[in-house]
């Protein structure tokens, strides 16, 4: 194990012999602790006291109910707590939390032992205490923490690399469904903020990219759902126009080529309530496949400021035959 933290000889125990493994996970513990088999990262065996207190049966009162506290996956960021027979869903339910426990302690975690069914996991700091074990519970169908030292010995390590691009990703998929509008400046202004974390513009960029992908798919996915997306609006406005092109491949499906749409409403307000004037725009499109949205206006005859949109169409260039 890393700097002989964890090699004694498999005799000693913690409780009675304090005085050797004390001072190797930097303090005592008390009299009650696990031993140095269960501390050894080849021993398969099951735990004394697992058969004992975790896998009793529930009593007729709680039956129906697990005897222990799940933890709850929308706990917010920085209120993650761990305690002895806390259970989770899944290993990767447990993984995620333990992350965010140490992304918030501005800590580093190193892991002891990393299985499927077992995970042992400390902090990496020089003679850090803190050490939990979680492993599969057969009697409840769950995983569950069976081993906690839940003490530091040290302040915060500013040069803790523990966060990754996955790990901001996730944060930023829940913001980006309330704020889908969001960009790299305010997602920057938001890690900050909630999480209390200073990155890249680099990486801001590239995690707000791949979390977009997430919550809308990719752009390409989002061209295969335009057929839908015309037929839903005849369904809902009835005498709309809605045209769409597309590049015929022989081996392939259909390439998108141009849209034009006119609502119907649309089209009956500009007769009924503007100014027998068009007005045509145009801008560039700044998605992946790029592209030029071109509209036509009408001046809105309640605000001279406000124009009316009558139809609008995407087209790959702005030309005479666009």
């Known amino acids: 194990m890393r700097d002989g933290r964890y090699n004694r000889s498999k005799t000693d125990t913690i409780g009675g012999g304090l005085s050797g493994i004390g001072t190797n ?12 088999e269960e501390l050894d990262s080849d021993y398969d065996k099951p735990y004394d006291y697992e058969s004992e207190a975790f896998n009793s049966p529930v009593s007729s009162e709680d039956e129906g109910r697990t005897a222990y506290d799940a933890l709850n996956e929308e706990t917010e960021y920085g209120e993650v707590e ?30 002891l032992k990393n299985e499927k069914q077992r995970v042992r996991a400390a902090c990496a700091s020089e003679n850090c205490s803190w050490l939990i074990l979680t492993s599969w519970n057969s009697a409840h169908g769950c995983f569950q923490v069976k081993t906690l030292f839940n003490e530091h010995n040290y302040g915060r ?45 680099k990486m801001i960029s590239k995690a707000l990219k791949a979390a977009r ?98 139809a609008y169409a995407v087209v790959p260039n702005e030309c005479k035959n666009t």
Request: aromatic share 12%.
């Open 25 to 36: 996970l930097g303090g005592t513990f008390g009299s009650v602790g696990p031993t140095i």
């Open 82 to 111: 761990f305690e002895v027979g806390q259970t989770f869903t899944t290993m990767e339910a447990f993984k995620s939390a333990l992350k965010d426990y140490f992304v918030y302690e501005g800590k580093d975690v190193m892991y």
């Open 157 to 201: 390590d500013f040069s803790s690399n523990l966060v990754d691009r996955q790990w901001i990703t996730l944060k930023l998929v829940k913001r980006l469904l309330i704020q889908p509008d969001m960009k790299p400046k305010q997602a920057m202004e938001y890690m900050i903020k909630d999480y209390n974390i200073q990155l890249s513009s």
């Open 213 to 310: 992908e997430e919550v809308i798919s990719d752009e390409g996915t989002q061209y295969g759902k335009i057929r839908d997306y015309l037929m839903e609006l005849h369904r809902t406005n009835p005498s709309s126009t809605a045209r769409l092109d597309m590049i015929p491949q022989p081996e392939s499906f259909p390439l998108f080529d141009r849209l034009y749409i006119s609502l119907d409403a649309c089209k009956r307000g500009f007769i009924e309530g503007c100014r027998p004037l068009i007005g045509l725009d145009g801008c560039f499109l700044k998605g992946y496949y790029g592209g030029q949205l071109l509209s036509a206006v009408g001046q809105d005859g309640n605000n001279n400021n406000h124009f009316f949109v009558i």
